[in-house]
């Protein structure tokens, strides 16, 4: 019979069970012909095994880089240039601390606790965004991360607001709101910079485009024909648009917003292709993009560190919520 509990799954998510009853045969001819007719699956519903571990996958991953995305940024709140920008970092990297709780409640109804997931992030057994494994080096970043980083989040994750699963597509209807916000105090803070900075505050808006470019396009994921888990997340509708796809959308808006800045990406293959009426654009390091995913990027020690430490000194809070709740929870009783 079809279960939800994790201890009875296959160690290979991408190995299909070898034999199946007709009852589960039958269950999903219905699940296929749902996702063919483009209905929502919810969590009660039937699914088969390889969906709902492709989904816990792909939403744990999510939930884990927008909670260790509020990192880099955090580093920054301190620093911030004025009571204005201060207010606008706190509340963004706030926003992210939110998208990270929807995404882990969206993942929980797939079967998988909360303590599980955030176990194998801090075990280095659970993958998060390669982008957070990049140093924050100066204010500039920050604008950089809002405009480049969020962009290509939202261009990424628009399309999941359409995805069968439909707990991950409403938590994404409200996180894209909240990203386009993020994507717009960027590009504000780096235009403030360009056109009313000195040289010296230009110059680092362009130091830091050099540095976040490329990592950024790496964001949407390898290669099509690279790509071992697309074809399976597309005929499932998890995923509408391929990696290469989207990054090439994100290419073509930004060169726009670029020259409105005033900033040079840094590529000199980067042009215009009228036959294909898209951008072509340089070789992307794809060996740099597998060293960082495979735990070896610039800053994936420290930032794991930063996690485990958080949840240690955190671990007082927790208790204290838990007595309380008890507590309350005792008294309803008696009352
Ligand atoms: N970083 O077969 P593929 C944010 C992995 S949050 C690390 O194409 P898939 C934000 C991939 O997981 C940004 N790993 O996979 C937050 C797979 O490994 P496994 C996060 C990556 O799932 C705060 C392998 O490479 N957004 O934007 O079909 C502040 C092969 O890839 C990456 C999401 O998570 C990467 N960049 O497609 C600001 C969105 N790329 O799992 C901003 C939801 C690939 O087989 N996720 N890998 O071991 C997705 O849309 C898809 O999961 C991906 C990958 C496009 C990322």
Not at 135 to 160: F, H, K, S, Y
Not at 217 to 232: E, L, T, V
Not at 304 to 329: D, I, P, Q, S, T
């Amino acid at each position: 019979m079809y279960t939800q509990a994790m201890d009875s799954q296959p160690k290979d998510e991408r190995e299909p069970k070898a034999v199946r009853s007709l009852q589960e045969v039958e269950l999903e001819r219905r699940f296929d012909a749902k996702i063919d007719a483009g209905e929502f699956i919810e969590a009660k519903d039937w699914m088969p095994e390889h969906y709902r571990k492709t989904l816990l996958r792909q939403i744990s991953q999510h939930a884990h880089s927008e909670i260790v995305g509020m990192l880099p940024e955090g580093n920054w709140i301190t620093r911030a240039p004025t009571l204005k920008r201060k207010a606008i970092l706190l509340a963004k990297v706030q926003d992210e601390g939110g998208h990270g709780l929807y995404l882990y409640a969206a993942a929980e109804t797939l079967g998988t606790s909360r303590d599980e997931m955030i176990d194998a992030l801090h075990a280095g057994k659970a993958k998060y965004s390669s982008i957070f494994n990049y140093p924050t080096l100066t204010w500039a970043d920050i604008g950089t991360i809002g405009w480049l980083v969020d962009g290509a989040a939202i261009m990424n994750q628009v399309p999941i607001c359409r995805c069968s699963y439909a707990p991950y597509a409403r938590a994404m209807i409200r996180i894209c709101r909240e990203e386009s916000f993020h994507q717009r105090q960027g590009f504000d803070s780096l235009l403030t910079m360009m056109r009313e900075g000195t040289p010296e505050q230009r110059a680092m808006v362009q130091d830091a485009v050099n540095r976040w470019w490329w990592p950024s396009i790496m964001m949407f994921g390898p290669p099509d024909d690279q790509s071992p888990n697309s074809a399976q997340g597309m005929r499932w509708g998890i995923k509408r648009v391929s990696n290469d796809t989207l990054r090439q959308r994100f290419v073509d808006a930004t060169v726009e917003q670029a020259k409105v800045l005033g900033v040079t990406l840094p590529d000199p293959d980067l042009k215009w292709n009228a036959e294909r009426g898209a951008h072509d654009f340089g070789t992307i390091d794809w060996a740099e993009f597998k060293r960082v995913i495979a735990g070896d990027g610039p800053c994936n020690r420290e930032r794991l560190a930063a996690r485990r430490k958080a949840w240690n000194e955190g671990a007082w809070v927790r208790e204290a919520a838990l007595a309380h709740a008890r507590k309350l929870a005792t008294r309803q009783e008696a009352a």
